[in-house]
T-cell receptor, first 115, second 111 residues
Framework: SAVISQKPSRDICQRGTSLTIQCQVD?????MFWYRQQPGQSLTLIAT?????????ESGFVIDKFPISRPNLTFSTLTVSNMSPEDSSIYLC????????????FGPGTRLTVT | GQNIDQPTEMTATEGAIVQINCTYQ??????LFWYQQHAGEAPTFLSY????GLEEKGRFSSFLSRSKGYSYLLLKELQMKDSASYLC????????????FGTGTRLLVSP
């Protein structure tokens, strides 16, 4: 299993500003995933972050808006840039761990409200 | 594109049995996961199916038919604490083998 922490747990931000979300895992993992969960919705994958390489973004998400860092095997950050109210969501970090079936473990999430 | 459908909402009574269905059409398949998510919390892993058939785990069972693109999660002896959202997710066998999540089913268990 994996224990994941995220900071901040929640924030209220003004439009036009940026917020960086941190994700820390208690073990070394190859891949980390960032998801968005809009109110009342399911999870949508933003990007996959491999250590030492550029993140791979899903359709509809771009690096300028959601830059990601992955400096080592236990840590990643996601920045939500130039925020608008439509960015109000829960952002979750996830890792794949275990000996099979390599289930994904999720962090507690960061609840972002943009005013 | 990827398409994973679940009913939006279901209600059931404490002690009863409920079946939550999931149908999928994806561009690859390397297993199907069910997650439980209580309001305001992160999703937690419930079950995994990669071969056809039924996997039982206590009060929860999950079934998969790959030829039909169909799975269900069966919850027995429902308890109030089972009120949550249940997310079906397909693991793709391409690229990073990412998880694609369904729309989620909100289950409300009443006394």
């Amino acid at each position: 299993s994996a224990v994941i922490s995220q900071k901040p747990s929640r924030d209220i931000c003004q439009r036009g500003t940026s917020l960086t979300i941190q994700c820390q895992v208690d073990s070394q993992v190859t891949m980390m995933f960032w998801y968005r969960q809009q109110p009342g919705q399911s999870l949508t994958l933003i990007a996959t972050a491999n250590q030492g390489s550029e993140a791979t973004y899903e359709s509809g998400f771009v690096i300028d808006k959601f830059p990601i860092s992955r400096p080592n095997l236990t840590f990643s950050t996601l920045t939500v840039s130039n925020m608008s109210p439509e960015d109000s969501s829960i952002y979750l970090c996830s890792v794949e761990a275990g000996t099979g079936p390599y289930e994904q473990y999720f962090g507690p999430g960061t609840r972002l409200t943009v005013t | 594109g990827q398409n994973i459908d679940q009913p939006t909402e279901m209600t059931a009574t404490e002690g009863a049995i409920v079946q939550i269905n999931c149908t999928y059409q994806t561009s690859g398949f390397n297993g199907l996961f069910w997650y439980q998510q209580h309001a305001g919390e992160a999703p937690t892993f419930l079950s995994y199916n990669v071969l056809d058939g039924l996997e039982e785990k206590g009060r929860f069972s999950s079934f998969l038919s790959r030829s039909k693109g169909y799975s269900y999660l069966l919850l027995k002896e429902l308890q109030m604490k089972d009120s949550a959202s249940y997310l079906c997710a397909v693991k793709l066998n391409t690229g990073f083998q990412k998880l694609v999540f369904g729309t989620g089913t909100r289950l409300l268990v009443s006394p």
